[in-house]
């Protein structure tokens, strides 16, 4: 076989082994397994170990190899790589936001939200778009050469991908260790006799820093892109354009990345990333706030210490260590399983977390929950707690992995799961667990608002066979009720007539209260004030619901469905048949009047005397409509203290935006 067929064979194998290598790191999407890949990696080692001269160092047989190093060398930044300012509040943040505005008077300041991975700066140069050197942060002015074992980081291309490659560019990132990689490794070295190590950062810090690559591979370290630093011709002038440019070169950046075009919908956005944490498998100590353009960043600047155009907006971690007793299953009204894992009772930011949520079967998989695990809990920023990892070297010795159940654990019903999601159902609509929670729901404020039935009582009602459906509760008495543990005259007699106060509710509370999927008590409200009856919303075709605003076709194919099912059908008939309150007044724009008659009306921040669902009231009380987004549409915005996104998109929109006051003056006319 001729040579240059052979040389052709290699640089075809490098290619697809390269394209597989970003599918998997930056796209999270493989589409050939494991045993595939190493296939080739195995047939590229070969043709290379008989030809040798044609093996080159962007080739993927050579990310670990070579000898160790003597000592690390120093590396001057072109580009200095300062520090950044940190912040611990959403006061601080906005008024980050705020000087950030001064500095550019006039401008729209377009924002982009990172993941603050709790890993290593390092910086990547590319030459002609291979892997030329790399570097530690240091001093933000000098750092070490560590190129030797970023070679062995799998996220790291030796060589980019595509023709938009400059001629030099320095890509900047961190670099990171998983948990469960963590718990691998320890588990290893416990018997081995080592030490262990003890967090993924410092395990990252000190495993870039070693003299031999091969050693530095054993860590299983991982990169992620989070900016540029030094180019030469980079053919984008937007953060958010330059993150989706090396993504194309195979480069992985950091996950949940989006961009805003106004700080305060970047702000809220972090309002509720935090509640996303436990889906990563990397420690996250906070989220960085960018200016997208770099144009405006040039004019910002920096300080001797770090860049005005970007924040970190850090929330404190507590983390404790405690034991796994018991995993549980419990199933929701919808039938949606939910594993709870019961812990020793352990103290975390002032309060004792005794149980912790794990989600769903991925979770438990991905982590390996066992009971009689040790793991780590943490509480980011005070909020609900979540596994960090198990500590797998402390595993008891015959400690089983978990098996998630085939059948529900109530009604021994066969589950099934989401098609394309993550969530294992019990389809069995009479499942005792589901008509318990179903119930307690239909009970709750939002719904019925039935005072005294809470949990304990809602299942009590359906283990004693006293209530199959919703309607069933229209049917109880004191006698009935008082055959129940612990139920006295008195309490029997409130109950019975909360449950008959409950039938004058309306339409509105009660869609919400029949555990529709989709459909919350906005949607509720929604549906009711258009259509005004029951009957008049079961005639409605399925394009008739998707047609009303904030309903869609998602939410239409949800009521559509269930309203002409053969058990809506039948749950409906039987509460008409209670005599419940099926109707709702329509919106009085449609009967010409009220004061609001013909408005929308959207309502943001905190008001002096009323609460939003009372100001939400009031405006559907004066015949408005009260909106839950901005829009072309919508007339009036009612902005109180710390109005947020939506103040913004109003101004941008030409929405007339009023204050409470003005708002109590446009109801009296």
Not at 90 to 104: D, H, I, S
Not at 399 to 411: G, K, M, Q, W
Not at 592 to 600: F, K, M, V
Request: charged share 25%; net charge negative; proline share 4%.
């Amino acid at each position: 076989m001729a040579k240059k067929s052979i040389a052709d064979q290699i640089e075809a194998l490098r290619r697809e082994i390269r394209e597989h290598d970003r599918r998997y790191h930056v796209e999270n999407a493989p589409i050939i397994s494991d045993l595939e890949y190493d296939k080739r990696v195995n047939a590229l080692k070969e043709l290379e170990a008989a030809h040798p001269e044609l093996i080159t160092p962007d080739s993927p047989t050579q990310r670990v190899g070579g000898e160790p190093i003597s000592a690390l060398a120093n590396v001057q930044h072109r580009v200095p790589m300062l520090s950044m300012d940190n912040t611990y509040s959403v006061e601080e943040l906005e008024k980050f936001g705020e000087r950030t505005a001064k500095l550019l008077p006039g401008e729209e300041i377009a924002w982009v939200v990172e993941l603050k991975i709790d890993g290593v700066a390092v910086a990547l140069t590319y030459e002609q778009g291979v892997l030329a050197q790399a570097a530690t942060r240091g001093t933000g002015q000098v750092g070490d050469d560590i190129t030797h074992n970023m070679r062995t980081v799998k996220g790291v291309p030796l060589r980019l991908l595509g023709d938009e490659v400059p001629p030099t560019v320095e890509i900047r990132g961190e670099v990171y260790m998983t948990n469960s990689d963590l718990a691998d490794i320890n588990a290893r070295r416990q018997v081995e006799g080592l030490d262990l190590y003890a967090n993924p950062r410092n395990t990252a810090a000190g495993g870039i820093k070693l003299l031999d690559p091969k050693q530095s591979a054993e860590r299983k370290l991982r990169f992620y892109c989070h900016g540029v630093g030094y180019d030469e011709g980079l053919p984008v002038r937007t953060h958010w354009e330059f993150l989706k440019l090396v993504q194309q070169w195979g480069v992985p950046v950091t996950p949940l990345a989006k961009r805003f075009d106004s700080f305060a919908a970047a702000v809220e956005h972090c309002q509720h990333v935090v509640g996303q944490l436990h889906e990563f498998d990397f420690e996250v100590d906070g989220l960085v706030l960018k200016v997208d353009s770099f144009d405006q960043r040039a004019k910002l600047g920096a300080t001797s210490k770090a860049p005005r155009w970007l924040v970190a907006y850090k929330f404190e971690k507590y983390e404790a260590t405690t034991k796994v007793n018991d995993i549980f299953i419990t199933v929701g009204k919808s039938g949606a399983l939910t594993p709870t894992a019961e812990l020793e009772p352990v103290q975390i930011a002032g309060t004792s977390v005794s149980r912790v949520g794990l989600h769903n079967v991925e979770e438990i998989a991905r982590k390996d929950i066992r009971v009689g695990d040790t793991i780590v809990v943490e509480k980011a920023g005070k909020i609900i707690p979540h596994v960090v990892r198990v500590e797998k070297h402390l595993r008891p010795e015959g400690a089983l992995e978990f098996v998630y159940p085939t059948h529900c654990p109530v009604c021994k019903t066969k589950l099934e799961k989401d098609e394309g999601g993550v969530f294992i159902r019990c389809p069995n609509f009479t499942c005792p667990a589901q008509l318990g929670e179903r119930l307690l729901y239909f009970a709750g404020r939002s719904a019925m608002d039935i005072e005294g039935l809470g949990e304990k009582l809602a299942y009590q009602l359906v283990e004693n066979g006293l209530v199959h459906d919703f309607a069933d509760l229209y049917e109880l008495t004191e006698e009935k009720l008082m055959e129940l543990e612990r139920m006295g005259k008195k309490s029997a007699e409130k109950l019975v007539a909360n449950i008959g106060a409950s039938k004058s509710r309306g339409l509105a509370r009660l869609l919400n209260a029949l555990c529709i999927r989709h459909v919350g008590a906005r949607v509720a409200t929604t549906l009711a004030e258009h259509f005004g009856s029951m009957d008049d919303l079961q005639a409605a075709s399925e394009e008739d619901l998707s047609n009303v605003e904030e309903v869609g076709p998602v939410i239409a194919e949800s009521v559509h469905s269930f309203l002409h099912s053969e058990r809506g059908e039948r749950a409906v008939q039987k509460l008409k048949n209670a005599d419940l309150d099926m109707t709702s007044p329509k919106k009085a724009a449609l009967a010409g009047g009220g004061s609001l008659a013909g408005l929308t009306i959207v309502v943001t921040g905190t008001l002096a005397n009323f609460k939003r669902e009372e100001i939400e009231a009031m405006i559907v009380d004066n015949g408005g409509r009260a909106g839950s987004s901005i829009s072309k549409k919508t007339d009036y915005l009612v902005a109180g203290e710390n109005a947020g996104t939506k103040l913004d998109k109003a101004t941008k929109l030409g929405v007339r935006i009023i204050s409470q006051a003005e708002f109590e003056r446009l109801i009296q006319g």
